[in-house]
């Protein structure tokens, strides 16, 4: 059909934006997808010191700023500059010491036959070669490595009909299939081991499907 701009998007009547935009405050062009099963909105960006993933519920209005320049992650580059929009959105995990890196994906596991990948955002580094995974459930995140792939330089990553993740391998020229290889991912705990007062609260949460975390 043709070319044309939703009457209701945000910047649509916005003098200092394109009409078209619907988001801003992008460090590089992000990959973007969408979860197949609910239509949230996922992107992924590199800050100066950190991978972030950025998320947006289905039916979002957009309008958004994540950020870039002023700020990168949980860090403040620029304090002195004003934001035409002023309320800065900030992303919902985010990967420190990763710094211009490029990003493969990600994209929300939907496949068949694998449980436990179900609704996983996966996303891939291509310098060191690392699997993130990032889960939400019940409002919280848990993320993890899920693969470190050794003689190996990943090139791209897709996705089929079905929801299935692939990635490709430019050295062996080969394109592999992800896959729950059933083993048990570590809870994560934040903040951090350390001596805190009797009354503070600690998230413990993992990307495993339906484990039980124990703690004393």
Known sequence: GPYAIPADNPFARHGSFAPEIWAVGFHYGPPLSFDRATGDFYSSDMGTHAVEVNFEAAGSR??????????????????????????????????????????????VYRGPHEPRLNGIYVLAEMCYNRFFGVRQTAGSWATAVLLEPRRFYLYAMGEDDAGRLYFSDGYGREVYRLYDTRTVINPTAKPGPGTYSANFLVTVATATLGARVHYT
């Open 62 to 107: 957009g309008g958004r700023n994540y950020g870039w320049p002023i700020r990168s992650a949980e860090r403040t580059r620029f304090p002195d500059l004003v934001p035409v929009i002023p309320e800065l959105t900030n992303p919902v995990v985010f990967f420190p010491g990763l710094t211009y890196f490029s990003l493969a994906g990600g994209f």
